[in-house]
């Protein structure tokens, strides 16, 4: 079992930046995949960005190339996404997830334990 809290939400302004970090309870963190993913008022969830064990390889959603960036520090047990210029449309519920799978899973039916999620509520 896997527990995950995130935690760095809350109220920007549109072209601001925040960070969202999401910290794990097991040692074997390492062992895990993860994901950001997010969900909007009235949308589904959607996928936002992946990131391999180590760390090596990374994956993002063509709607925040280019200004989220996902990194993890295993000796902390914790992964990161950086948003930057953040838009109106960034507004959503982000939840990051923990994946057996090797490689870099991008699938929500991938990814085996969940956060509950932090708020992100960006102003125009």
């Known amino acids: 079992q896997v527990q995950l809290l995130e935690s760095g939400g809350g109220l920007v302004q549109a072209g601001g930046s925040l960070r969202l970090s999401c910290a794990a309870s097991?040692?074997?963190?390492?062992?895990?995949?993860m994901g950001w993913f997010r969900q909007a008022p009235g949308k589904e969830r959607e996928f936002v960005a992946a990131?391999?064990?180590?760390?090596?390889?990374?994956y993002y959603a063509d709607s925040v190339k280019g200004r989220f960036t996902v990194s993890r520090d295993n000796a902390e047990n914790t992964v990161y996404l950086q948003i930057q210029s953040v838009k109106p449309e960034d507004t959503a519920v982000y939840s990051c997830?923990?994946?057996?799978?090797?490689?870099?899973?991008?699938?929500?039916?991938?990814?085996?334990?969940w956060g509950q999620g932090t708020q992100v509520t960006v102003s125009s």
């Open positions: 990131i391999s064990r180590r760390g090596a390889r990374t």
């Open positions: 997830a923990a994946s057996g799978d090797v490689g870099l899973p991008l699938r929500q039916s991938d990814y085996d334990y």
């Open positions: 097991r040692r074997t963190f390492s062992s895990y995949a």
